[in-house]
């Protein structure tokens, strides 16, 4: 009987502990997915808005971290990423921090280029008072009174700054069109974003980041019209680095209004449920399209854009249950070539041949090699047009580079290559765009040295690289100089300095197409004659010029100076 109401009192001591077990637990309807990673590689370029080369800027991806070149260049090796998809963060001085979409494929290589927007900050308030922000009637922010706290949580006290993001449409050009985001129920889907918004708020006393602890109103004057009534405003977490579902959009003809906490990075569009398409895209049955660009038009709209692995593979987000096409892009994302795709066979495997592209297809192949004919085994060839839109490629360890993309119309092409172990890069090679363009890049000891520089109106500039071609003739006294110069291997301006022959008054000098400093200035006339000394060093042929006085014009203000030092030294070609 003891036993029995011993035995009795353990099973509700036990029942009681189980039920408060049981009450402790947070039960989560529907927690994030997990994680899963791929070992894969990536390249890339960061540059700003202007298509200029950022130096050193800081890109990682969790917590692996590197430094861009002078190229703006930067890679990873076997690094991990998400499965589907994941986000490289990009940050420089005076810029604004960059969260760069990115899709890799087991133990492939992608490339991607990224935009960096220049941070300017327009006004600034006191914390203590209500705040109307305006922006160039685009942005209408209303900041109420103590909203802003530091990044430990204690609410900030002072005056602030406003700088607000996406203040040009080339900002966006390079940004994915569709991301993986959470909805309002937590679940994943495809974002096809239509426009980007946000604000990055800091102190004016320290430069501290500043945050809200109070939501804000943000207005945004757009053309609204052909927005879909269902959009909603998504903003990306820095800490999880993924995107969530924020709030309601409020529509009004050319405008359209959310409420939130976190302004700094603000996506308008629609979410759909989506599955992958994978495939291999090629060019003419034979080789891989290397980091072309591709993407899915639904009704007329790119809802994901990305680009192809150097394999030639390509995984695309496609929208469930609806008609849509595969379309390749050229560089400058005009539609090139459109295939059909069908989303109700599963899974979608959709392999893609290019045998008549609508734009041009550049074919690049060739070797980079020393110049004692040893192959160069790290480093990549940078292939740009005349509106900066430059991509890269790798140069495999036996020194060979192979892969074709779409070019922007028939654009001359700039090619260089650089060496990765000795950080040195080759001279500009300029091949027109057509097919079949095999090229051989060398790059060698620099044993010599050369510059070009000028000295005027307290502006002292110089350029590191400096080469020259003399063209005369025997039996003529006229003789043409042709110089370029300058930097990071890219010879970019030119200058034509030529002595003619007048029967009457004798020998004179004259200068043609002498812009500078990127069409900056122009030197207009010579004043004294040009002091030239050939000589020899290190077994190169050199040549030495100084412009003793030279009238230089601005060609904004059309002012006029003169220079205080005109100097070439440069090898003769």
Same mark, same amino acid.
């Given at each position: 009987?003891?036993?029995n109401?011993?035995?009795?009192?353990?099973?509700?001591?036990?029942?009681?502990?189980?039920?408060?077990?049981?009450?402790?637990?947070s039960?989560?309807?529907?927690?994030?997915?997990?994680?899963?990673?791929?070992?894969?590689?990536?390249?890339?370029?960061v540059?700003?808005?202007?298509?200029?080369?950022?130096?050193?800027?800081?890109?990682?991806?969790?917590?692996?971290?590197?430094?861009?070149?002078?190229?703006?260049?930067?890679?990873?090796?076997?690094?991990?990423?998400?499965?589907?998809?994941?986000?490289?963060?990009?940050?420089?001085?005076?810029?604004?921090?960059?969260?760069?979409?990115i899709?890799?494929?087991?133990?492939?290589?992608?490339?991607?280029?990224?935009?960096?927007?220049?941070?300017?900050?327009?006004?600034?308030?006191?914390?203590?008072?209500?705040?109307i922000?305006?922006?160039n009637?685009?942005?209408?922010?209303?900041i109420?009174?103590?909203?802003?706290?530091?990044?430990?949580?204690?609410?900030?006290?002072?005056?602030?700054?406003?700088?607000?993001?996406?203040k040009?449409s080339?900002? *966006? +050009?390079?940004?994915? %069109? &569709?991301?993986?985001? /959470?909805?309002?129920?937590?679940? =994943?889907?495809?974002?096809? !974003?239509?426009?980007?918004?946000?604000?990055?708020?800091?102190?004016?006393?320290?430069?501290?980041?500043?945050?809200?602890?109070?939501?804000?109103q943000?207005?945004?004057?757009?053309?609204?019209?052909?927005l879909?009534?269902?959009?909603?405003?998504?903003?990306?977490?820095t800490?999880?680095?993924?995107?969530?579902?924020?709030?309601?959009?409020?529509?009004?003809?050319?405008?359209?209004?959310?409420?939130t906490?976190n302004?700094?990075?603000?996506?308008?569009?629609?979410?759909?449920?989506?599955?992958?398409?994978?495939?291999?895209?090629?060019?003419?049955?034979?080789?891989?399209?290397?980091?072309?660009?591709?993407?899915?038009?639904?009704?007329?709209?790119?809802?994901?854009? *990305? +680009?192809?692995?150097? %394999? &030639?593979?390509?995984? /695309?987000?496609?929208?469930?249950? =609806?008609?849509q096409?595969? !379309?390749?892009?050229?560089?400058?994302?005009?539609?090139?070539?459109?295939?059909?795709?069908?989303?109700?066979?599963?899974?979608?495997?959709?392999?893609?041949?290019?045998?008549?592209?609508?734009?041009?297809?550049?074919?690049l192949?060739?070797?980079?090699?020393?110049?004692?004919?040893?192959?160069?085994?790290?480093?990549?060839?940078?292939?740009?047009?005349?509106?900066?839109?430059?991509?890269?490629?790798?140069?495999?360890?036996?020194?060979?580079?192979?892969?074709?993309f779409?070019?922007?119309?028939?654009?001359?092409?700039?090619?260089?290559?650089?060496d990765?172990?000795?950080?040195?890069t080759?001279?500009?090679?300029?091949?027109?765009?057509?097919?079949?363009?095999?090229? *051989?890049?060398?790059?060698?000891e620099?044993?010599?040295?050369?510059?070009?520089?000028?000295?005027?109106?307290?502006?002292?500039?110089?350029?590191?690289?400096?080469?020259?071609?003399?063209?005369?003739?025997?039996?003529?006294?006229?003789?043409?100089?042709?110089?370029?110069?300058?930097?990071?291997?890219?010879?970019?301006?030119?200058?034509?300095?030529?002595?003619?022959?007048?029967?009457?008054?004798?020998n004179?000098?004259?200068?043609?197409?002498?812009?500078?400093?990127?069409?900056?200035?122009?030197?207009?006339?010579?004043?004294?004659?040009?002091?030239?000394?050939?000589?020899?060093?290190?077994?190169?042929?050199?040549?030495?010029?100084?412009?003793p006085?030279?009238?230089?014009?601005?060609?904004?203000?059309?002012?006029?100076?003169?220079?205080?030092?005109?100097?070439?030294r440069?090898?003769?070609?």
């Amino acid at each position: 009987m003891n036993k029995n109401i011993l035995l009795m009192g353990l099973l509700i001591l036990l029942g009681i502990s189980c039920r408060k077990t049981y009450e402790d637990i947070s039960i989560i309807n529907n927690p994030d997915p997990p994680k899963v990673e791929i070992e894969t590689n990536i390249i890339g370029l960061v540059q700003d808005q202007y298509g200029q080369a950022v130096l050193n800027a800081k890109v990682s991806i969790g917590n692996t971290i590197t430094l861009t070149d002078k190229n703006g260049y930067f890679r990873f090796q076997k690094v991990y990423i998400s499965k589907d998809q994941d986000f490289l963060k990009i940050e420089s001085p005076n810029y604004f921090v960059s969260y760069q979409s990115i899709e890799g494929l087991p133990g492939d290589l992608s490339f991607t280029r990224c935009i960096l927007e220049e941070r300017i900050f327009t006004n600034k308030f006191s914390s203590d008072a209500d705040a109307i922000y305006t922006y160039n009637h685009l942005y209408e922010v209303y900041i109420p009174a103590d909203a802003l706290m530091k990044s430990d949580g204690s609410l900030f006290h002072g005056t602030y700054k406003v700088a607000p993001k996406y203040k040009d449409s080339s900002i *966006t +050009r390079e940004l994915q %069109s &569709g991301v993986i985001t /959470l909805d309002e129920k937590n679940s =994943k889907k495809l974002l096809h !974003i239509q426009h980007h918004l946000g604000i990055e708020v800091r102190s004016i006393e320290t430069g501290e980041p500043l945050y809200f602890s109070k939501s804000i109103q943000v207005k945004y004057n757009i053309n609204t019209s052909h927005l879909s009534p269902l959009v909603q405003s998504y903003s990306f977490n820095t800490k999880e680095s993924k995107w969530k579902y924020n709030g309601q959009v409020t529509l009004e003809p050319n405008q359209l209004s959310i409420i939130t906490n976190n302004p700094e990075q603000i996506a308008i569009g629609v979410c759909y449920s989506y599955t992958t398409c994978e495939g291999m895209a090629m060019f003419n049955k034979n080789n891989g399209m290397s980091f072309s660009r591709i993407a899915n038009m639904l009704n007329g709209q790119s809802i994901h854009n *990305t +680009r192809i692995q150097y %394999s &030639g593979k390509f995984k /695309l987000f496609v929208v469930q249950d =609806k008609y849509q096409e595969l !379309i390749f892009q050229d560089e400058c994302k005009g539609v090139n070539s459109v295939f059909s795709v069908n989303v109700n066979q599963l899974p979608i495997v959709k392999d893609l041949i290019v045998d008549n592209p609508l734009n041009f297809a550049i074919e690049l192949s060739g070797k980079a090699i020393y110049c004692d004919g040893s192959p160069i085994t790290e480093g990549y060839i940078l292939a740009r047009n005349k509106t900066n839109q430059s991509i890269v490629f790798p140069i495999t360890s036996q020194g060979n580079f192979n892969t074709i993309f779409f070019s922007c119309n028939k654009l001359d092409m700039l090619y260089t290559a650089t060496d990765l172990v000795n950080d040195r890069t080759s001279e500009i090679v300029t091949t027109s765009s057509v097919n079949n363009s095999n090229s *051989t890049f060398r790059i060698c000891e620099n044993k010599v040295s050369s510059i070009a520089r000028f000295s005027f109106n307290h502006i002292d500039t110089s350029y590191s690289i400096c080469r020259v071609r003399k063209i005369s003739n025997p039996n003529s006294p006229n003789v043409i100089f042709i110089f370029e110069y300058g930097s990071n291997g890219m010879f970019t301006e030119k200058l034509i300095l030529e002595r003619l022959n007048n029967p009457t008054t004798g020998n004179y000098w004259r200068l043609t197409s002498s812009s500078f400093i990127s069409a900056t200035y122009q030197l207009k006339e010579i004043i004294d004659d040009p002091e030239i000394f050939f000589f020899e060093l290190g077994g190169v042929q050199m040549l030495e010029c100084n412009l003793p006085k030279v009238i230089i014009e601005d060609q904004s203000s059309m002012k006029k100076y003169t220079t205080d030092l005109v100097f070439f030294r440069a090898i003769i070609q």
